[in-house]
């Protein structure tokens, strides 16, 4: 159906009454064929569709009249009256969400080439927006709420003049003339609705109304305001339409339009419009219709089908990974199938614990019976693979009592399996933290703190090979039947250490854990295993956390107290002696350098008294001084000073939280749990970044953590989160979406916010220069 605009300009010259008597008037039932001045994405269907997006992301759109209306007149004074109708249709990658929205405009200039994507919606920049030298008077349709500008929900109409903070918005919506009452319509709802502009311009009145497509025009508006256009909307102006899109493919397509300066502009005749595409996700649907029959009368082919399928899935299901490499390691390795009978299909009540790199599960090998202990370490990359295998093999030949044995491994995509011995009473951290467990006497934590030591030392010094732990904390100390403690996952950190360049491995342990040097120097020794050892002794002696357990026990030690630091659940049940000793050995161990604390075998030989700890003890006051020591050494004292803290899961966690943040009953923290919320957690306390006696050295500082988002859709975020350092904990004003709660529109970029971010930022927001669009399927 060829469709022939209907177009008229009328123009007298008679001046006198020409304010009130110039009219403009054009109708488009469709657009083909018709010269609109088109930019960006914009373009005109095949079909006779106006299409101002096409699909792409972050970009905009505009459709103009080819030339500039007169709203004035010559004499200047009196503002036109004109009046518009379109039918518009918009159409979304998803059916509830939409990356804005499009706007009717009427402006000076028709060169938006400045203005930026998204949510400014092709009209503005973040710099002239509210400019009054824009001229610029629109009509939104928005479908993405947005907080800066003030938007009432994410599915609205507004007035918006020279501003995207609209003078007056309405959630999209009609007026029943029969009853009344008010009908809402979603602008993403795929369906063509028309919407109907006026503009009184001597009463200064404006009227917006809007409709399903096939309904006449409500008589009561949606919207109706009073605004003043005479000195918005310039005497020549343009008029036509703007959009654009955010994170996803949009659509948007005006179906018809009609306009008329001083009159009623022509009514669109819906029959002759252009219909909106049929959306893909449509023909899905009819297609499988389509498809159902045909696939129920080839039912029995199926079945035969379905038998080779189960064939096929068990054997997927116990596909292992082998390489030629393995060969060699073949006696230690296990097959797949019987680990997953040992442990009942790797079932949730078999779990004996999670840790860092994997969950381990309960399990009692098929033939022989004996219990194991079966680690599950997810490990994609191949890197490292080998040598760490090579290493686990020759551990599993490595024997001492207070070694947990590794019995074998197995090997799948993706996974790594590691058999170990089932050690009947858990790890120690359970004993330590668990309430319901019994609290550990001291006769017992003296007995697993020289069972860790002779271990440790065995790996350091007595094997064939040193081996380095990497990762000694309670949670990684077992306790066998006779509640001896016993060393496991030793070496597993190696595998998750291996970076591309072999001079740049970078640092795996558990914070709190990690000796000082391993944040410059990164390399594993035993001394960074003592001093992992170190803290886990004032752990096991002392209470506290481990982020401020030196510091506190340290602090007793000076004011002469150091019994004071000891665990009050210890009662009175201890040796003094002994606990002091241990508090002590800790201290020394957790020595900031390196080469104040002593070997695996000198610990061994104080813990079992072999060496009277005097001689240790006179030594140790000297290094304590250690501000001396350090000073000798070249250091600053103060700009040693260090803070540190780590939480793996905050199911306990003391956080300053506030907004949408949470911490789940699973020890998840939970920054945002909504559409439009946000949600901010700061440690509790600040943190001092310059020394205390000299404001002008900063200091360094590296922290880690583990995120994950999770989205209504899959490939698709509504903004991300951030680590922030910031001089104050409350940012109640700062603003949600693009600003990530960190800032707001007016203070963004100011040197006086002190804030410092590593945004992870999931949409390509154009006022700040987002490089690019992370989340495109
Ligand atoms: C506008 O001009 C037309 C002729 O050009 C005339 O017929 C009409 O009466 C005028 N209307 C007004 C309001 O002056
Ligand atoms: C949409 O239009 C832009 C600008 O003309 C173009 O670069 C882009 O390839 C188009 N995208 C699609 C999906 O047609
Ligand atoms: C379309 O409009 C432009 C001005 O924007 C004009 O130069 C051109 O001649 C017009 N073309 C047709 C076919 O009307
Ligand atoms: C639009 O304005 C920019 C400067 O703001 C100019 O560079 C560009 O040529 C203009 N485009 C058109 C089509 O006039
Ligand atoms: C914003 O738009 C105005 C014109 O409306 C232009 O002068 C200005 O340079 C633009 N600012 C930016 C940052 O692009
Ligand atoms: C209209 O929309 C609002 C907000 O989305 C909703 O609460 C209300 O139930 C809707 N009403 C109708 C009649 O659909
Ligand atoms: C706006 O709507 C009101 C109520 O229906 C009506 O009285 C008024 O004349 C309308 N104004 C314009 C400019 O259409
Ligand atoms: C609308 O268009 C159809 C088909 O072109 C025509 O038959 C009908 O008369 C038109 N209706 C009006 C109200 O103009």
Redesign the pocket.
């Given at each position: 159906m060829p469709l022939f605009p209907t177009l008229f300009l009328l123009v007298t010259l008679d001046h006198l009454v020409a304010a009130m008597n110039e009219t403009a008037v054009f109708t488009f039932n469709g657009f083909s064929g018709t010269n609109l001045s088109l930019d960006g994405m914009a373009t005109v269907t095949p079909d006779g569709l106006l299409m101002l997006t096409n699909g792409s992301t972050a970009l905009k759109g505009h459709a103009f009249y080819p030339f500039p209306l007169r709203f004035h007149g010559a004499s200047n004074h009196v503002m036109a009256s004109f009046s518009t109708a379109f039918v518009f249709g918009i159409i979304d990658q998803y059916f509830d969400v939409s990356s804005q929205g499009m706007a009717f405009v009427v402006s000076g200039s028709s060169n938006f080439s400045?203005?930026?994507p998204g949510h400014f919606l092709g009209l503005?920049?973040?710099?002239?927006n509210g400019?009054a030298?824009?001229h610029l008077f629109a009509v939104e349709l928005d479908t993405v709420l947005n907080a800066e500008f003030r938007d009432i929900d994410d599915n609205h109409v507004g007035v918006d003049v020279n501003s995207l903070t609209s003078v007056q918005a309405a959630s999209a919506g009609y007026y029943d003339d029969a009853t009344g009452s008010f009908r809402n319509l979603s602008l993403i709802s795929r369906k063509a609705m028309q919407v109907w502009v006026e503009y009184d311009g001597q009463a200064m009145e404006l009227n917006v109304t809007m409709a399903p497509v096939e309904m006449p025009r409500p008589k009561k508006p949606l919207l109706s305001t009073f605004v003043d256009l005479s000195a918005v909307i310039t005497d020549l102006a343009y008029v036509g339409f703007s959009s654009s899109t955010g994170i996803i493919f949009s659509h948007h397509y005006v179906l018809g339009w009609s306009f008329k300066t001083n009159g009623m502009a022509p009514a669109l005749n819906v029959s002759m419009l252009p219909a909106l595409p049929r959306t893909s996700t449509n023909g899905a649907r009819t297609k499988v219709l389509e498809v159902v029959l045909p696939i129920s009368s080839v039912l029995f082919v199926l079945a035969l089908a379905a038998a080779a399928v189960v064939m096929a899935k068990r054997r997927a299901k116990f596909a292992e990974l082998r390489e030629d490499w393995e060969a060699g390691f073949g006696s230690h390795r296990f097959a797949y199938k019987d680990l997953f009978y040992a442990t009942d299909g790797f079932k949730d009540t078999n779990v004996l614990g999670k840790g860092g790199f994997g969950s381990v599960f309960m399990g009692v090998l098929p033939k022989s019976k004996t219990n194991v202990a079966v680690k599950r370490v997810s490990h994609e990359s191949r890197q490292g693979m080998k040598e760490f295998l090579a290493e686990i093999v020759s551990l599993g030949r490595l024997r001492h009592r207070s070694v947990v044995q590794l019995l074998g491994y197995c090997r799948r995509k993706g996974e790594l399996l590691l058999v170990y011995d089932y050690m009947p009473n858990g790890s120690l951290d359970m004993y330590l933290h668990d309430q319901d467990k019994p609290i550990l006497g001291w006769g017992q934590r003296f007995k697993v703190i020289k069972g860790v030591a002779s271990g440790l030392l065995y790996l350091h010094e007595d094997w064939e090979k040193a081996v380095i732990h990497r990762d000694i904390k309670p949670s990684n100390v077992l306790l066998d039947a006779e509640m001896n403690g016993r060393l496991g996952d030793f070496g597993l950190a190696r595998l998750y250490d291996h970076g591309t360049d072999p001079n740049t491995t970078h640092v795996v342990g558990t914070m709190g854990y990690l000796a000082p040097e391993l944040g410059h120097r990164a390399k594993a020794t035993p001394c960074t295993d003592v001093f992992a050892f170190g803290v886990f002794l004032l752990e096991e002696d002392a209470q506290g956390s481990v982020a401020v357990l030196v510091d506190w026990v340290l602090h007793h030690w000076r004011n002469g107290l150091i019994m004071e630091a000891a665990d009050p659940r210890l009662g009175s049940e201890y040796v003094h002696e002994e606990v002091e000793l241990v508090l002590k050995l800790g201290l020394l161990c957790s020595h900031p350098l390196a080469s104040a604390r002593p070997s695996m075998r000198r610990i061994v030989q104080c813990l079992d008294g072999d060496i009277a700890f005097k001689t240790e003890h006179q030594a140790m006051h000297m290094d304590f001084s250690m501000t001396t020591l350090m000073k000798d050494q070249g250091f600053d004292p103060d700009a040693m000073e260090y803070e540190q803290f780590a939480f793996e899961g905050f199911a306990s966690a003391n956080l300053t939280l506030d907004g949408a943040a949470k911490v789940t009953p699973s020890g998840l923290l939970a920054l945002t749990n909504d559409k439009h919320t946000q949600g901010h957690v700061f440690f509790p306390t600040p943190i001092r970044f310059y020394a205390a006696s000299n404001g002008t050295i900063a200091a360094s500082f590296s922290a880690t953590f583990v995120f994950a988002i999770i989205s209504e859709h899959a490939q698709l975020s509504d903004h991300g989160l951030a680590f922030v350092v910031a001089p104050s904990s409350n940012l109640s004003a700062a603003t949600g979406a693009q600003y990530l709660g960190l800032l707001n529109i007016s203070n963004n970029g100011k040197a006086s916010n002190h804030i410092l971010a590593i945004e992870l930022d999931t949409v390509l927001s154009p006022e700040f220069h987002d490089r690019q669009q992370p989340c495109r399927s």
């Open positions: 400045t203005a930026l503005v920049n973040a710099s002239d400019d030298s824009d």
